[in-house]
């Protein structure tokens, strides 16, 4: 089992800044890669960011390229994301959740929410 924990949200206005963070605990040593995903109301869940935990090879969506930056800190078992130049169309609940080694298994953490005012 893993348990994933989100922070870092909050309510920014346009053009403003967050850095979200994952901390992992459980069995980390398992996880071989980690991904943030985003729900905005009204809408299905989409893939923002990922990760691979050994490699730090990392992909985005299309929207978000050049304005966030997703790193990690395998010492902590966590990962970031630093999101710049918000858009209100950034404003979502953003999830977590890694990928295990050798398993289908997924976890997920509860979700932050992230508010960008026009």
């Known amino acids: 089992q893993v348990q994933l924990v989100e922070s870092g949200g909050g309510l920014v206005q346009a053009g403003g800044s967050l850095r979200l963070s994952c901390a992992a605990s459980?069995?980390?040593?398992?996880?071989?890669?980690k991904n943030w995903f985003r729900q905005a109301p009204g809408k299905g869940r989409e893939f923002v960011a990922g990760?691979?935990?050994?490699?730090?090879?990392?992909s985005y969506i299309d929207s978000v390229k050049g304005r966030f930056n997703i790193s990690r800190d395998n010492a902590k078992n966590t990962m970031y994301l630093q999101m710049n130049s918000l858009k209100p169309e950034d404003t979502a609940v953003y999830c977590c959740?890694?990928?295990?080694?050798?398993?289908?298994?997924?976890?997920w953490g509860q979700g932050t929410q992230v508010t960008v005012s026009s």
């Open positions: 959740n890694a990928e295990m080694f050798n398993s289908p298994s997924r976890y």
């Open positions: 459980g069995r980390t040593f398992s996880i071989s890669g």
């Open positions: 990760i691979n935990w050994n490699a730090g090879s990392t």
